[in-house]
């Protein structure tokens, strides 16, 4: 069972910022595309942003871009997703999950996000 390890989530007020961190020590994370999701109270879980494996290339949800800013670091085994000018409506659980082509195989426990106005 791979296990990944979330943090950075947090209590921010509208117009700050997080800096969420995912890694999985049973995955290589170089070989995966790694992707966030969310889920607000009451909505169904949505993507929000994702890398490839093969070229590094982003996708960003339109409702992120411009403020959110997924990264790898290969070394460290670890993907990030900073988030700025965040909103209220961005409060939600974050979810970081890894797949050989997207990422739906391999999913973390989530890590709450709440962004007070």
């Known amino acids: 069972e791979v296990q990944f390890v979330e943090s950075g989530g947090g209590l921010a007020q509208a117009g700050g910022s997080l800096r969420l961190s995912c890694t999985a020590p049973g995955l290589t994370f170089r070989d995966y595309a790694i992707g966030w999701f969310r889920q607000a109270p009451g909505k169904e879980r949505e993507g929000v942003s994702c890398t490839s494996a093969a070229d590094d290339s982003t996708y960003y949800a339109d409702s992120v871009k411009g403020r959110f800013t997924i990264s790898r670091d290969n070394a460290k085994n670890t993907v990030y997703l900073q988030m700025s000018s965040l909103k209220p409506e961005d409060t939600a659980v974050y979810y970081c999950?890894?797949?050989?082509?997207?990422?739906?195989?391999?999913w973390g426990q989530g890590t709450q996000v709440t962004v007070s106005s």
């Open positions: 999950a890894a797949g050989t082509y997207y990422p739906d195989r391999y």
